[in-house]
C-alpha cells in the first residue's frame, strides 16, 4: 500500500466514522455515501489530516507508470460482451458501456529497474572492521592489550594495597 492510498484510507474511515459520508472520489474507489456538504469533510480533514499523516509510514517501493500512447473504442462493442457479467444487471448496452471498461496495457520494454538498500555493516561487522583496522594501523590486538594492562593493573593494585596496608 502506498502512502497515498494509506492516506485515502485513514480519511475514508475517519469521514465515514464521523460524518457518515465521503467525498466523491473516496467513495468511488472504497465506496460509501456520497457527502451533500463538504462542512463536516471540511471538519475531519483540519482535524485529522495530521494523524492520518503520521500514521501513515512513506512506501518501502512505489511503482510508476506513464501512459505512451492511448486508444479508445466504446466497449463493450456488443450485447453478448456485457452478457458474460451475470453478477451485473444491464439495462441496455449503453448502460452497460457506462459501467464498464476494458483495460489492455502493454509495456513499452520489459525492464525493470530495481534499488534496494541495505546498510554497509551490522553490528558485529562493523566492531569486527574496526578491530582489524586498529590492528592493522596500530599494530595492536586484544591479546597485546591483554598484556598491557593486565601487569599495570597488577602494579597500581600492588601500589593501593602497599599505601592502604602500611606497617
Known amino acids: ?31 460509501g455515501k456520497i457527502c451533500e456538504e463538504n462542512g463536516c469533510l471540511d471538519e475531519v480533514y483540519k482535524n485529522h489530516f495530521n494523524s492520518c499523516f503520521t500514521m501513515c509510514p512513506k512506501a518501502c517501493s512505489e511503482e510508476n507508470y506513464s501512459i505512451t500512447s492511448m486508444d479508445t473504442l466504446p466497449w463493450p ?41 541495505q546498510p554497509k555493516y551490522e553490528g558485529i561487522e562493523l566492531f569486527g572492521a574496526l578491530g582489524g583496522y586498529i590492528g592493522l594501523w596500530l599494530g595492536v590486538s586484544l591479546t597485546t592489550l591483554y598484556d598491557i594492562l593486565v601487569p599495570l593493573c597488577a602494579r597500581g593494585l600492588r601500589a593501593m594495597n602497599n599505601f592502604l596496608f602500611k606497617e
Open 1 to 31: 500500500m502506498t502512502e497515498e492510498d494509506c492516506f485515502d484510507d485513514c480519511f475514508w474511515n475517519t469521514s465515514i466514522e464521523i460524518c457518515g459520508c465521503t467525498n466523491e472520489r473516496l467513495s468511488v474507489l472504497l465506496g
Open 77 to 117: 462493442a456488443f450485447n453478448h460482451h456485457y452478457e458474460e457479467f451475470p453478477q451485473v444487471h444491464f439495462d441496455n448496452i449503453t448502460h452497460a458501456r457506462s459501467s464498464l471498461l476494458r483495460l489492455k496495457i502493454w509495456y513499452p520494454r520489459m525492464i525493470e529497474t530495481t534499488y534496494s538498500h
